[in-house]
């Protein structure tokens, strides 16, 4: 059974860093894309960061405007395990986050018009996670 999960969430301050991990089982991530996601009280589900798969892709990342700059998606093939750095985190990423895997590459191209939607059309049969609750607050 494949299975996803996600760790690494807490509380932490404005200003601070958490990091958190996707592992999985029963999945060689290597061969997969990966995402993740947030999703806060009332609002919808954000797409916030994407690598490509390692193994029959390009490894190339994309991120949301909102993080960009201040998350980093990232992979450890040896560890099966897929990383999200947050730095600089402010009281609006408190969220859920959660990952998600699917076999397709999708190419930078596809993110550059609509970032959500990519994210949306890359993993809409994906794996996922049960999530990571990360909450920012002073």
């Known amino acids: 059974q494949v299975q996803l999960v996600e760790s690494g969430g807490g509380l932490v301050h404005p200003g601070g860093s958490l990091t958190l991990t996707c592992a999985a089982e029963?999945?060689?991530?290597?061969?997969?894309?990966i995402g993740w996601f947030r999703q806060a009280p009332g609002k919808e589900r954000e797409g916030v960061a994407y690598?490509?798969?390692?193994?029959?892709?390009?490894?190339?990342?994309m991120y949301s405007d909102s993080v960009k700059g201040r998350f980093t998606i990232s992979r450890d093939n040896a560890k099966n395990t897929v990383y999200l750095q947050m730095n600089s985190l402010e009281v609006e990423d408190t969220a859920v986050y959660t990952c998600?895997?699917?076999?397709?590459?999708?190419?930078?191209?596809?993110?550059?018009?609509?970032?959500?939607?990519?994210?949306?059309?890359?993993?809409?049969?994906?794996?996922w996670g049960q999530g990571t609750q990360v909450t920012v607050s002073s």
């Open positions: 998600a895997a699917d076999m397709a590459a999708f190419r930078r191209s596809s993110f550059s018009e609509n970032f959500q939607a990519a994210m949306t059309r890359a993993f809409v049969a994906g794996h």
């Open positions: 029963n999945l060689r991530l290597s061969y997969w894309s």
């Open positions: 690598i490509n798969r390692s193994d029959g892709g390009t490894g190339a990342t």
